[in-house]
């Protein structure tokens, strides 16, 4: 998607891409612009709109809001630790994805891809969120050693092809791993700061609703109705005319277009783990 905006955009006029950089701090202004630092070379400079994109653990979301109210960073913790990495495909796989439960809530998900290599998903899921307070520092020091070294561990005596995949995860050269979470907010938005995405209303990649969530936006752009009433707030009609009024309230509008889809896809997950022991339990997926 990134690819097709940029190449549709970027010779348009008044459009400017950066790339390899990231905000430092961000201020917005008495005379209602946004002003903005970066962490590498670019100069600093002011905007009409800021617009956070960048993901489940957006550093736009903490500059902005601060840590939350409960101080987790809005990230409503489901109790699952992934990590995914290519393998070399061998005769162990099959046309198909196949999919491993053992005891402790570990899962080995792998499937082969069109490259001709094997994809592997491996997470560990639990509700007792202190089996994760090791592999939680892991991920925010970002040691991939570490990392691999902690679901090597933990999956010691899973059974089935762990040692293929363990073997594979430490010698793959696209390793990465993420905490399974929501992030929940009561706004995104705060004068001329937005968040979207992940970074606003992450339902967890396990949802499967990420993609119905961004085209409900659309639909909220475009939806008859929704545009009579906010037209006026998304279209300024005079382009200096006191944006900061205009666009929280189309902010607003939006979330309130896909509310009952976001309550849904977020408030579902409550992992059934606490007293499961039996080697076959598909109840570690499970969802109440
Ligand atoms: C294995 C897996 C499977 C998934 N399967 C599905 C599925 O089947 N269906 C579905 O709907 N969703 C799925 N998801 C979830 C989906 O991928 C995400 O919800 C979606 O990518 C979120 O898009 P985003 O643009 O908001 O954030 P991201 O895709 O996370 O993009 C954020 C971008 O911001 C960049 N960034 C981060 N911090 C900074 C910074 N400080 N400065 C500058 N840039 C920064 C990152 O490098 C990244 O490019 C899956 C996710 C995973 C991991």
């Not at 998607?1 to 348009?12: F, Q, S, V």
């Not at 917005?28 to 960048?54: I, Q, R």
């Not at 937005?194 to 990649?205: K, M, Q, T």
């Amino acid at each position: 998607m990134a690819r097709i905006l940029y190449g549709t955009t970027k010779d348009t006029p008044g459009i400017k891409y950066v790339f390899d950089e990231s905000i430092a701090t961000i201020k917005e202004n008495a005379d209602g612009k946004v002003y903005v630092t970066f962490a590498n070379n670019s100069p600093p400079a002011t905007f009409d709109l800021v617009v956070g994109a960048d993901g489940m653990t957006s550093r736009t979301r903490r500059m902005i809001f601060g840590h939350g109210p409960k101080n987790d960073d809005y990230l409503n913790r489901l109790g699952q630790y992934s990590a995914y990495f290519t393998i070399s495909r061998t005769n162990d796989d099959t046309e198909f994805a196949q999919w491993w439960n053992a005891t402790r809530g570990r899962l080995i998900l792998k499937r082969p891809d069109r490259y001709g290599t094997t994809r592997v998903y491996m997470s560990v899921t639990d509700a007792n969120l202190a089996r994760f307070d090791e592999i939680d520092c892991l991920l925010k020091d970002g040691d991939q050693k570490a990392q691999q070294a902690w679901f090597e561990k933990e999956f010691q005596g899973a059974g089935w092809l762990t040692e293929r995949c363990v073997k594979g995860m430490k010698e793959s050269g696209d390793f990465y791993m993420q905490q399974i979470a929501q992030v929940k907010m009561e706004k995104w938005s705060k004068g001329r700061v937005v968040l979207v995405g992940d970074a606003a209303y992450a339902p967890s990649p396990i949802s499967g609703v990420v993609c119905l969530l961004l085209s409900t936006n659309v639909i909220a752009y475009i939806h008859p109705g929704n545009r009579r009433r906010h037209r006026r707030r998304i279209r300024p009609r005079r382009r200096d005319l006191a944006l900061t009024r205009r666009y929280p309230r189309c902010f607003a509008a939006l979330r309130s277009a896909h509310a009952p889809i976001r309550r849904e896809s977020t408030e579902a997950y409550t992992w059934r783990t606490a007293d499961c022991e039996s080697a076959d339990c598909m109840g570690c997926l499970g969802v109440q």
